[in-house]
């Protein structure tokens, strides 16, 4: 433990953009086909190299004529002119026009020699000859030169500007290019990012995961693709390196040689540092180690030589996810626009007021990840002045939730103390396409719940358990709070509606010991799971447990206290079930619908109504009457039907 | 010409978009790998398959101890406990805390069994034995339990409602997926869209083109397939069928049973439209034919019946690509949105005056194509009140250019007569991502110009001539005209500055007539190309014309008169010599650039200054500075120092 390296000195976030922008990452430019060419950005000026049109066009189905012959037609004395032929889009003309003649046209066709105006179809007459075949024409107006005539290169001439270096190309410029016949298109490259993570512990989604060993999912490689190619780069994963260091050396090294920039993430242990500072001192610069800002102070900036003499750029990523993209995108991001040549987006901002106080001092600059939630729609707006409210979502680095949890940051000065409840703040959202959701609700999690948030618009739900949610509520934060069973708190709420369900006991399958009531739990030695005081559910069981302890004469506390894990709670509806059925405990606190679905005998103790509450002045808000409605609604009396154990109230 | 269909009963808007509403082209979900679900929507909620994390986690670098140890200690009085081994991220612990002890635990670590808290190894100090080795541990903080430990399930646990159908999955989704091992992702599907362009006229980009046959690259194939991948869609291009109807009505049927909708376009003959009925009578419905909307009238909704027994959407668009773009963009993009669970992109929508009076008058629905032009920055926004100017971009539906030089729509009521200068009115931008040009210029031509022009940040020049240029100052619309040769017309402006270029004339290769002035010209029957009055190449020549005629006492008119071709104008610039090198033209009127740079030889006649003059009340904006450092930089004097005939003024 003497090597452990420690951030000190660390950078200013400017200082750490000077060094990013420092780096070469632009990658030479390419040629890709029109078809392909979406979104891309134009390396170089595209001139017209063809007059569009090519030719002069008629622009309406009718006959092209001499305009000088049909001065003073009008529609009580015609012109009459011989037709002599036809010309159609596609075929080049075989007849021309001569004085006194006229010739079909078709639009596009290719105005015939002779002509230079096309008179439309519907201010003619056709006259027939015996045969019934057209020979003349009667043309009801008198046209001027270039009349219904697009000429050749009005469009757009040879020689012309088209458009620019630097345009990103949308189907309108992949319009223009398809008339100019440009096929192959000069774009900007899309540099090549190459991903390097390490950590024995980390293991691909989709592959096994053996938690006894500590092993998670590996949420870097794959969220900071994602990242990447959303910015304009072409993402290189490679393979985990574990934590041998000689293996990662050997794909940095690699790394550095295939791709323009690389960064490395998931390295939580000091050593990792260690072997990025030996490939960089061996061959390239480091330029920066550490930055003052929050989430995501162990940041490396630096340039990794190349074994064909060039460079490549190199940015070290915190190891925990939100760290991980919340450096990525304040610092790695803007870099890769620049070097594909886009645009950065818009700003996407939203000013809005802090539900909540929230302290803050740290001496970094910090970026708060927080909720937005527009609480001002027509029902309310009038009332209430139209801000959102800004909420923080602070579940700490390691916390992926948060990634989803949250709409954007609020940047906090290294000297802000505090940002206090009603203090108007700027959100930058993630991206200016970030949608926040229409409904924010807390509380009780339960899968018939589940279910009805999946017909609500877009709803976010916290599954923070009974009390807090009623607990929120009141602090003025979701507009709904879920609650199961009695609850102690006196919080002001409009009822929209609940469901009754059954709660008890999951025991392995078959019931080997027998388990018929709580009592037997106490008695038999029974190693239970638990669920936090937080919930309804656990209410019911103590609740249970006292009278129990009442019918039984005693302290509540010495029943509790007899019963092995009583204490020991987790934090998801699923996970006592999970531990019965994996063995790990011999029964657990659980709903019959989680019980009997996962394979487990349900020994049921009772009932327990859920309510869905609503805060008193969003109350009439489009999005919780919704939750009304849905509540009432034949889908979720379908849902109710389905899972066991529950019923409509 | 007997079966020419006319759209004499209109549907209105309202119902074109009931009847593509009524259509169902939503496809079967599908499962992608996570790697490729960016952009992607779920097609169904997603619950937490495990606990994240798995297992109870060292969340920093330190000593995983039993709490109650440490009670009581503090920096005066540290706790000492006995180091009894380590657990790294990744492996399975191999040893216990009990009390009294600790183990060394790395970020991300397992919590080794016994031990409830980590204390951080900041608030630690080592102790060593005699071989050097730490066997002690000083604890120099209290911690309760749970301290410094992400409990099992804490971020999100099993069976927890993750994501909820309807998600558009970004960085922040993919990572939470990722944290919880999803490999394989439900999402919607993508329609199927297929395109069948007709015409015989019509050739793929990229093939050679004919334009005495009338030919014209396929402009909607690739562009329209560009609108369906960005709503969502995947296009399917089919071969042209050209005008064989045989041909295309068996395209259409393999197309419907192919994909989930068929969008014809660019049949300008009215017998296409017959196979379409055709096709449709035979097998389908037609709910629609003709919409009450300028662009886009002759719009055609039907289904089509599959052989396999289901049955295919179908939307005809109009030939002309901004009427085809405007209807797909107004009605078909919103159905393959909707169909792959696309949230309708936020409207983008900008509010601004009218910069002149547009008159209408046609009792239909008219989407006018606009352009947006912020002239109010910070020089001006306080005088003028800062709302963006707003000019039409009419130049037909046939003018592909009309694509990227209108940056959205005014939507004008069919009872609308005009729109007047000034007046407020609300553009929706083609697309959020839309970012208007900075700078808008009008007038000349010129080769040095579309280089000065690539040193600037997303500028607009619309190149209609040195006269037309000045008029459009005048009127207020540009920021800048551009000029070459002497002005007749007063407009108040300010210099920004010039170059001058060499004009003359453009002649075969080796001069075989021996052209030495503009008397060769009158006097041997030249056949000659001209340019148009508007630009200041052409007011050159009719001053050298003027200047041959007084010197011969003779009226210019009798001059011009006598030159084949006066009259016969081309747009660009460089359509004279391309004139010329095609052997259509003995002379053109040309620079000395363009003539060299095509392989003409060139009789010079004069040199002309150009100027780039500023509109007096934009002079200040930062875009319009921007043009002046661009004319005195080091790069522009090397363009002009690279182009024959150019010279600094």
């Given at each position: 433990?003497?090597?452990?390296?420690?951030?000190?000195?660390?950078?200013?976030?400017?200082?750490?953009?000077?060094?990013?922008?420092?780096?070469?990452?632009?990658?030479?430019?390419?040629?890709?086909?029109?078809?392909?060419?979406?979104?891309?950005?134009?390396?170089?000026?595209?001139?017209?190299?063809?007059?569009?049109?090519?030719?002069?066009?008629?622009?309406?189905?009718?006959?092209?004529?001499?305009?000088?012959?049909?001065?003073?037609?009008?529609?009580?004395?015609?012109?009459?002119?011989?037709?002599?032929?036809?010309?159609?889009?596609?075929?080049?003309?075989?007849?021309?026009?001569?004085?006194?003649?006229?010739?079909?046209?078709?639009?596009?066709?290719?105005?015939?020699?002779g002509a230079d105006a096309v008179v439309m179809v519907e201010r003619t007459n056709e006259h027939l000859d015996e045969d019934g075949d057209p020979t003349r024409i009667a043309v009801r107006t008198a046209v001027a030169p270039g009349d219904r005539v697009m000429a050749a290169g009005t469009d757009i001439a040879a020689g012309a500007r088209a458009l620019g270096p630097g345009t990103r190309l949308t189907p309108r410029e992949i319009g223009l290019l398809s008339a100019l016949g440009v096929n192959e298109v000069p774009v900007r490259g899309r540099p090549t990012v190459g991903i390097v993570s390490t950590g024995d512990e980390l293991v691909r989604p989709g592959d096994e995961l053996d938690p006894n060993r500590g092993e998670i999912y590996d949420v870097n490689s794959t969220t900071i693709a994602a990242g990447v190619e959303a910015a304009g780069g072409e993402a290189v994963l490679y393979p985990h390196a574990g934590d041998d260091y000689d293996e990662m050396e050997r794909l940095l090294r690699t790394a550095a040689d295939e791709c323009d920039l690389v960064l490395s993430s998931g390295s939580t242990s000091a050593s990792a540092v260690d072997v990025i500072y030996r490939v960089i001192e061996a061959r390239g610069e480091l330029l920066l180690h550490g930055v003052a800002v929050k989430p995501g102070k162990p940041m490396l900036v630096g340039r990794i030589d190349r074994a064909d003499g060039g460079e490549s750029a190199y940015v070290g990523?915190?190891?925990?996810?939100v760290s991980a993209l919340t450096i990525f995108r304040t610092f790695v991001a803007p870099a890769i626009r620049s070097a594909a040549g886009r645009a950065e987006p818009a700003t996407a901002t939203v000013v809005g007021e802090m539900a909540v106080r929230e302290r803050y001092a740290e001496g970094r600059k910090r970026l708060l990840p927080v909720g937005v939630l527009d609480v001002h729609d027509e029902s309310t707006a009038g009332a209430e002045g139209g801000r959102p409210l800004v909420y923080p979502v602070d579940k700490g680095s390691g916390a992926t939730t948060s990634l989803v949890e949250a709409d954007g940051v609020v940047a906090v000065d290294p000297d802000t103390e505090y940002l206090d409840a009603g203090e108007t703040v700027t959100v930058q959202l993630f991206s200016p396409g970030v949608a926040p959701p229409t409904l924010l609700g807390a509380g009780e999690d339960d899968p018939a719940l589940n279910r009805l948030l999946d017909e609500l618009a877009a709803p976010r739900y916290l599954p923070v358990g009974s009390r807090e949610g009623l607990r929120r509520l009141r602090a003025g934060?979701?507009?709904?709070?879920?609650?199961?069973g009695p609850t102690d708190r006196q919080v002001e709420s409009v009822e929209l509606g609940g469901w009754r369900r059954t709660w008890g006991l999951a025991v392995p399958a078959g019931n080997p010991d027998g388990i018929t009531d709580l009592g037997d739990v106490v008695d038999d030695d029974q190693r239970l799971v638990n669920r936090p005081t937080e919930t309804g559910l656990r209410s019911a069981l103590d609740d249970a447990m006292a009278d129990l302890a009442a019918e039984r004469g005693v302290d509540r506390r010495d029943l509790t206290d007899a019963v092995d894990g009583y204490a020991m709670t987790r934090r998801g509806f699923e996970s006592p079930v999970r531990a019965v059925c994996e063995g790990r405990a011999d029964v657990g606190l659980a709903l019959r619908e989680t019980a009997e679905r996962l394979g487990c005998d349900f020994v049921p103790l009772g009932e327990q109504s859920v309510v869905v509450r609503a805060a008193p002045d969003r109350a009439d808000r489009e999005a919780v009457r919704a939750v009304g409605a849905a509540l009432s609604g034949e889908p979720f009396a379908e849902t109710l039907a389905s899972l066991p154990g529950y019923e409509r109230r």
């Open positions: 433990m003497t090597d452990r390296k420690e951030f000190r000195d660390l950078a200013t976030p400017a200082a750490a953009h000077d060094a990013i922008d420092s780096l070469e990452l632009t990658p030479a430019p390419e040629s890709v086909p029109l078809t392909a060419a979406r979104g891309r950005v134009l390396a170089e000026r595209i001139d017209a190299g063809v007059d569009v049109p090519g030719f002069d066009r008629a622009s309406v189905d009718g006959y092209a004529v001499r305009a000088a012959d049909t001065f003073g037609a009008d529609e009580a004395d015609p012109v009459e002119l011989s037709l002599v032929g036809a010309v159609h889009a596609g075929v080049a003309p075989k007849v021309s026009v001569e004085a006194g003649t006229c010739v079909e046209v078709s639009t596009g066709a290719v105005l015939p020699p990523l915190p190891g925990y996810p934060v979701p507009d709904v709070a879920v609650t199961a």
